[in-house]
Structure formats: structure tokens, C-alpha cells
């Protein structure tokens, strides 16, 4: 059975592995932000929120998402290997991933 933390893994190994730097993202005194913020070559940002294949984000989450959103950031959840692929397959296709 796969895991958050499985998903987690094997999203950042396989979008450091197309070229972009996937780092834990952490805001002392705010919840509900999401996990990793995903730096690509070209100056491109955007976030995600990892979950255990089948969950969703949390009411607070969905709300820090949707502030996200309104200032034009993207964030994806992602919750399976089939979502890291579509991630990546999305960014490739537009030029910021190899």
C-alpha cells in the first residue's frame, strides 16, 4: 500500500530528476500550507500538496489553495504515481521541465 510519505518521495525524486528543485515548504505560524514548493528553471513556481492516494485537502488547505489561486500561483495535489507523471508530463510539455 502506498504511503504520503511514499508519494512524497517519489514526487520529489522524480521532478528533480526533469530539472526543477523541489523543496519542503514550511511557514512557521500558518497552516494549512502546502507541502512542497517546486522551483523550475525559467523562474516558474508553483506549489503542491501530497496525500495518501485517495485523500483530500482539508478545509483549511483548500482555502490557503484557493489564496494561492487568487494571486496566481498554482497548486497541484498530488496523490498518486499517476499524478506525479500527469505533473510532470504537464510541465514538460510546456517548456519548463526536461
Known amino acids: ?48 500538496e501530497i496525500k495518501a492516494p485517495g485523500k483530500k485537502p482539508r478545509p483549511l488547505q483548500m482555502a490557503v489553495i484557493a489564496n494561492l489561486a487568487h494571486i496566481d500561483f498554482e497548486t497541484w495535489v498530488i496523490d498518486s504515481p499517476a499524478e506525479v507523471k500527469k505533473f510532470i508530463n504537464h510541465y514538460v510539455k510546456i517548456g519548463y521541465l526536461t
Open 1 to 48: 500500500m502506498i504511503r504520503e510519505n511514499d508519494v512524497e518521495r517519489l514526487f520529489k525524486r522524480e521532478v528533480e530528476r526533469h530539472g526543477a528543485l523541489v523543496w519542503k515548504f514550511i511557514s512557521p505560524n500558518r497552516a494549512g500550507v502546502p507541502d512542497r514548493i517546486v522551483l523550475m528553471p525559467g523562474g516558474k513556481a508553483v506549489f503542491a
